[in-house]
């Protein structure tokens, strides 16, 4: 999966920041004043991934700052 591409499950991912991801993986939530790229609520139902420590979203946030 390429995180620059808009999926037909999910948006594109590449530049997600730390507080972003820690917000929408862990409480399906996002950062106050940011614009969601999607209204969908398809994330909620499916995400396995709460369980992902800050440790794991500091090397997500990485990663994906890395394909820029
Ligand atoms: C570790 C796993 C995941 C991470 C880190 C992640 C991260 C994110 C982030 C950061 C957003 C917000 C994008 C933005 O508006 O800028 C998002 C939205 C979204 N993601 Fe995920 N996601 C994960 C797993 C999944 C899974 C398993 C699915 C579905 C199969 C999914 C589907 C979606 C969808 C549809 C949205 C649009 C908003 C919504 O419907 O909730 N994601 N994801």
């Not at 929408?24 to 209204?39: G, I, L």
């Amino acid at each position: 999966m390429n995180p620059k591409i808009s999926g037909v499950l999910g948006p594109e991912l590449v530049g997600s920041h730390f507080e972003l991801l820690k917000l929408k993986v862990t409480q399906n939530q996002y950062p106050e004043s940011y614009t969601p790229k999607r209204q969908t609520q398809l994330m909620t139902l499916t995400n396995p991934m709460k369980v992902m420590t800050d440790e794991d979203l500091h090397a997500l946030e990485a990663y994906l700052n890395s394909f820029k």
